[in-house]
C-alpha cells in the first residue's frame, strides 16, 4: 500500500521568496510520485511527476522536485514566487496498480 | 478541446432526490475514475473504471452507482442523496499503465439541501 504526508496544510510566503512545500511518501514498491495544483474552483492539474531516471524533475511554471529514495521524500520548490502561484497543492503516489493515494493538501498563499 | 469534460458544473438539490454527473473524456485513455473531495479539499477515490470494467470500489455508499457504458464515459448515479454528500466530485481518467498519470476533468460541485 502506498500513502503520502505532506507536512504544513498551510505555508505562507512573500512574493520572490522560496516556495517549499514538503511531501513524504511510503510505498512497498518503487513509487511513481506527482504534484497536481488545484486554483480556486478548478479541477487538478499536473504540475510534474517522477516515475524512474533522474531523481530532479522539473515542472510546469518553475516548478521543480526532488525524489530523494533515502529520506522517502519529494519535496517541491520554487525559487521565487509568484502571486498566481496561490493555490492548493497536492502530493501523490502510485504503486502501479490503478491507485492514486494523495496527501491531504498544502495551501499556499502569496503576500504582495 | 477540453480533455475531461463533466456535466453540470453545479448541482443544487433537496435530500432524497436522484441525481446524476456525467463525465467525457477525449484523450484516449482505457481508465477513469471518480473521486470526492470534501470541505477540507480532501480527496477520496471512490470507483475505476478499466475499459469499462470496475476494478476499484472504495466503501462508498450502494447509493452511488458509476456506469461506464463506453470507455470514454463514466457516469455517477446517487439515489436518496443526503446532506453528507454535498463535496465536489471530479472525475479523471488515465491511461491504465503502469504510471498512473491521471487527468482531471473541472468538478461538479453538489450541494444538497
Known amino acids: 500500500a502506498q500513502s503520502v504526508t505532506q507536512l504544513g496544510s498551510h505555508v505562507s510566503v512573500s512574493e520572490g521568496a522560496l516556495v517549499l512545500l514538503r511531501c513524504n511518501y511510503s510505498?512497498?514498491?518503487?513509487?511513481?510520485l506527482f504534484w497536481y495544483v488545484q486554483y480556486p474552483n478548478q479541477g487538478l492539474q499536473l504540475l510534474l511527476k517522477?516515475?524512474?531516471?533522474?531523481?530532479l524533475v522539473k515542472g510546469i511554471n518553475g516548478f521543480e522536485a526532488e525524489f530523494k529514495k533515502s529520506e522517502t521524500s519529494f519535496h517541491l520548490t520554487k525559487p521565487s514566487a509568484h502571486m498566481s502561484d496561490a493555490a492548493e497543492y497536492f502530493c501523490?503516489?502510485?504503486?502501479?496498480?490503478?491507485?492514486?493515494?494523495f496527501g491531504a493538501g498544502t495551501t499556499v498563499t502569496v503576500r504582495a | 478541446d477540453t480533455a475531461v469534460s463533466q456535466t453540470p458544473k453545479y448541482l443544487v438539490t433537496q435530500m432524497g432526490n436522484d441525481k446524476s454527473i456525467k463525465c467525457e473524456q477525449n484523450?484516449?485513455?482505457?481508465?477513469m475514475y471518480w473521486y470526492k473531495q470534501d470541505s477540507k479539499k480532501f480527496l477520496k477515490i471512490m470507483f475505476s473504471?478499466?475499459?469499462?470494467?470496475?476494478?476499484i470500489n472504495e466503501t462508498v455508499p450502494n447509493r452511488f452507482s458509476p456506469k461506464s457504458p463506453d470507455k470514454a464515459h463514466l457516469n455517477l448515479h446517487i439515489n436518496s442523496l443526503e446532506l453528507g454528500d454535498s463535496a465536489v466530485y471530479f472525475c479523471?481518467?488515465?491511461?491504465?499503465?503502469?504510471?498512473?498519470?491521471?487527468?482531471f476533468g473541472p468538478g461538479t460541485r453538489l450541494t444538497v439541501l
Open positions: 479523471a481518467s488515465s491511461r491504465g499503465d503502469t504510471y498512473n498519470e491521471q487527468f
Open positions: 510505498s512497498s514498491v518503487p513509487p511513481y
Open positions: 517522477y516515475t524512474t531516471g533522474a531523481t
Open positions: 501523490a503516489v502510485s504503486g502501479g496498480d490503478y491507485k492514486l493515494s
Open positions: 484523450l484516449g485513455h482505457d481508465t
Open positions: 473504471y478499466n475499459n469499462k470494467e470496475l476494478i
